[in-house]
């Protein structure tokens, strides 16, 4: 069974295991979820600046960088 993205439709992955009714058909290919946490990164930087602000802004970029990190060492 394919992984198909649900953003951009392409096919990310192929699932090898079927079971009967756990597996997901869909998710989000790692190009997606990196613009995602851009756009997120950038949306939390406007808001003003409270103390959850800034923890979800640090933990976002964080996560952000991981994700950069696993697309340059060529991750899923």
Same mark, same amino acid.
């Given at each position: +069974? =394919? +992984?198909?993205?649900?953003?951009?439709?392409? %096919?990310?992955? #192929?699932?090898?295991? #079927?079971?009967? /009714? @756990? /597996?997901?058909?869909? @998710? #989000?290919?790692?190009?997606?979820? #990196? =613009?995602?946490? %851009?756009?997120? %990164? /950038?949306?939390?930087?406007?808001?003003?600046?409270?103390?959850?602000?800034? !923890?979800?802004?640090?933990? /976002?970029?964080? !996560? &952000?960088?991981? +994700? &950069?990190?696993?697309?340059?060492? @060529? @991750? %899923?």
């Amino acid at each position: +069974m =394919d +992984m198909i993205c649900i953003q951009c439709k392409k %096919v990310f992955s #192929i699932v090898t295991t #079927i079971q009967e /009714n @756990g /597996n997901a058909s869909g @998710g #989000i290919c790692i190009n997606c979820f #990196i =613009d995602y946490l %851009v756009r997120r %990164v /950038n949306y939390l930087k406007l808001k003003e600046q409270t103390p959850s602000t800034t !923890k979800s802004l640090i933990r /976002n970029k964080k !996560k &952000l960088t991981l +994700m &950069l990190i696993k697309r340059q060492e @060529g @991750g %899923v």
